[in-house]
């Protein structure tokens, strides 16, 4: 009676140290995100434009479609609505940016009085996750257009610019998996691709927090 009053126990308790494992997402799962994120360190890491000393804020809804999902590792679809917000340092007397071209306006009296905002669509990325114990860590990449209210980042570039940006971090879902709060890190690139006559582009650092849901 007592093996039997014993392996009962024991079944609960591995019943409910299961049921408190985060459930994987599985293959057709769809989840809904809202990010926001801050530039930080901006002029450290990795370099692909010339300006990287603007501080730029940024929130974006998300939507994810996982394709694959095999022993712990997913591979989904994610389409983005980003809008940012990239604000002057009043502090500088130069906003230092190095261009190819050496008469390009590029300075500080441009960009001191205003923000300028911009809002675009980034329809191509891509999202790899996979579990390691109770998170999940994650790698993404992304690519699409972002329309500002300026030429940016200088007078004689251009409104509409290129986005991509590449991500790590780890999610921390909840017990039933529904839902996710993730923390990470986004190198963020804009540049208009050499369709204006200058083309500085623009980098930032950001740190990144999303809530994330799976839709029903």
């Known amino acids: 009676m007592r093996l039997v009053m014993v392996g009962a126990a024991l079944g609960l308790m591995a019943a409910e140290s299961a049921a408190q ?3 994987a997402p599985a293959r057709g799962d769809r989840f809904r995100t809202v990010m926001h994120a801050t530039s930080f360190g901006s002029n ?6 010339h300006v990287r000393d603007r501080a730029v804020v940024m929130s974006a809804w998300q939507s994810e479609r996982v394709l694959v999902s095999m022993n712990g590792t997913s591979i989904s679809r994610v389409v983005e609505v980003p809008f940012a917000v990239i604000l002057p340092r009043h502090g ?43 998170v999940r860590v994650f790698a993404s990449i992304a690519g699409g257009v972002m329309a500002f209210n300026r030429n940016m ?64």
């Open 21 to 23: 494992l985060p459930s």
């Open 92 to 134: 500088d007397q130069s906003w230092n940016c190095r261009t190819l071209e050496t008469l390009d306006p590029c300075h500080r009296q441009n960009w001191a009085e205003f923000a300028v905002l911009g809002a675009g669509v980034s329809p191509l990325g891509l999202r790899v996750a996979r579990e390691v114990g109770s």
């Open 44 to 49: 450290a890491g990795p370099r692909f434009a």
């Open 153 to 216: 980042p200088s007078p004689r570039a251009r409104r509409v610019n290129y986005s991509g940006d590449y991500s790590v971090g780890v999610d921390f879902p909840s017990h039933n998996g529904a839902s996710v709060i993730s923390l990470g890190w986004r190198f963020q690139h804009w540049s208009n691709g050499g369709t204006a006559r200058s083309n500085p582009g623009l980098d930032a650092n950001l740190l990144t927090l999303s809530i994330k849901e799976r839709r029903r």
